[in-house]
């Protein structure tokens, strides 16, 4: 009878990890959209520090997924029929990071060693995440066809999965 591999397997950590920073850096553009337009001023300071918090928080995650990528990347790379696909994902992933991880050293600096004119700082910061978003939105949709279409990191069971039968 077929053994079904673990679920803890190195390569898998990066499948159950990315998630996290998508949602983080994803809510982290919201925050600071809505930090530039709101006109009050105590509304302002709340998503101003949320959209640090977040972009703090979806940066670290960042970092930790792509290095959980390189584990899942060594293995996957053998099992898909397209590579490239997978070297791309592999490059979004790090432009995304780094231009969140840029936006967050501006926020940053900004906050509390230079102390610019805030709104400009905010624009300046809000245009990178926003490009972060949309490198990390592709990022996205080269993951999910590097499992969906070519079946990367996926167990393929037996024909009868008779390895599921107790």
């Known amino acids: 009878m077929n053994q079904i591999p673990s679920m803890w397997r190195a390569e898998l ?23 530039i337009v709101i006109r009050s001023d105590n509304q302002k300071a709340f998503y101003g520090q949320l959209t ?3 972009l703090t928080i979806g940066v670290i995650s960042g970092w930790l ?5 390189s584990f899942s990347y060594n293995v ?3 099992d898909i029929c397209d590579p490239k ?8 992933g790090y432009a995304s ?10 926020y940053g600096l900004s906050k509390w060693v230079i102390k610019a004119k805030p709104v400009l700082m ?42 599921f039968v107790r």
């Open 76 to 78: 996957v790379v053998r």
């Open 97 to 106: 990071v780094i231009v969140y991880s840029s936006a967050l050293v501006i």
């Open 85 to 92: 696909v997978l070297q791309e994902h592999y490059w979004w």
């Open 13 to 35: 950590w990066h499948p159950m990890l990315v998630h996290f920073p998508v949602a983080t850096l994803l809510l982290a553009t919201i925050a600071g959209f809505l930090t």
């Open 122 to 163: 905010l624009v300046m910061v809000f245009l990178l995440m926003l490009i972060g978003a949309g490198a990390l939105s592709y990022c996205g949709h080269l993951g999910a066809t590097v499992v969906y279409q070519q079946g990367g990191g996926t167990y393929k069971p037996s024909a009868d999965c008779s390895e």
């Open 65 to 69: 997924a792509i290095y959980t990528g």
């Open 52 to 54: 640090l918090l977040l």
